[in-house]
């Protein structure tokens, strides 16, 4: 069976600080995919990144960075720069098939 | 374009009744996954629907289903409520019907069962 494991609950922070949110998963197959969404205090769920697992590229979009890695089956998230805008709760998903599972999530508070 | 949209925004109901929650697509796509949140929670994967079909199921009981329209919008149907059941249901659309594509997700439907 997957499994997605956020082991930070909340994390705070002040404004212009960087913070990575980590993310590890479990699954024994070798096609899946891997997300990153935010959800603000309005709820709904805002889309920021999709992974396949064939690419490990580490990717970066303007103050966002990823980093895949499969050897530790981890797909870490860090806000560079972090601001008032960006506390949010973030999860992490992994997609295997027809089986979708999220993390508990990560509740980001940025103080400013 | 007009974004995933859902319907009602909150609702109460009593154990062992029924409700029907609604979900419109954004315009173009034609998959709709439904979630449901437990407060503190991570989603999780109810079941999603392509081309008015079923193609997959997470692991929720029977007495959660649902149904897509030819317009590809969406119900879920809940049978029996229970105290359990209390949660935010979201419900997300995307193309190409399976789980590996970006999903757009509405604003949730806060169902409390008392």
């Known amino acids: 069976a997957q499994k997605v494991t956020q082991a930070q609950t909340e994390i705070s922070v002040v404004e212009k600080e960087d913070v990575t949110l980590d993310c590890v998963y479990e699954t024994r197959d070798t096609t899946y995919y891997l997300f990153w969404y935010k959800q603000p205090p309005s709820g709904e769920l805002v889309f920021l990144i999709r992974?396949?697992?064939?690419?490990?590229q580490n990717e970066i979009s303007g103050r966002y960075s990823w980093n895949f890695q499969k050897s530790t089956s981890s797909f870490n998230f860090t806000i560079t720069a972090s601001q008032v805008v960006d506390s949010a709760v973030y999860f992490c998903a992994l997609s295997v098939g027809y089986d979708m599972r999220f993390g508990a999530g990560t509740r980001l508070t940025v103080k400013p | 374009e007009t974004g995933v949209t859902q319907s009602p925004t909150h609702l109460i109901k009593t154990r062992g009744q029924q409700v029907t929650l609604r979900c419109s697509s954004q315009?173009?796509?034609?998959?709709v996954s439904w979630y449901q949140q437990a407060l503190g929670q991570g989603p999780q994967f109810i079941f999603q629907?392509?081309?008015?079909?079923?193609?997959g199921r997470g692991n929720f009981p029977p007495r959660f289903s649902g149904l897509q329209f030819p317009n590809y919008s969406s119900e879920l149907n809940v049978n029996a409520l229970e105290l359990d059941d209390s949660a935010l249901y979201l419900c997300a659309s995307s193309l190409a019907g399976t789980l590996s594509s970006e999903q757009y997700f509405g604003p949730g439907t806060r169902l409390t069962v008392t």
């Open positions: 315009s173009g796509h034609n998959t």
């Open positions: 629907y392509y081309r008015e079909e079923e193609n």
């Open positions: 992974r396949n697992s064939f690419d490990e």
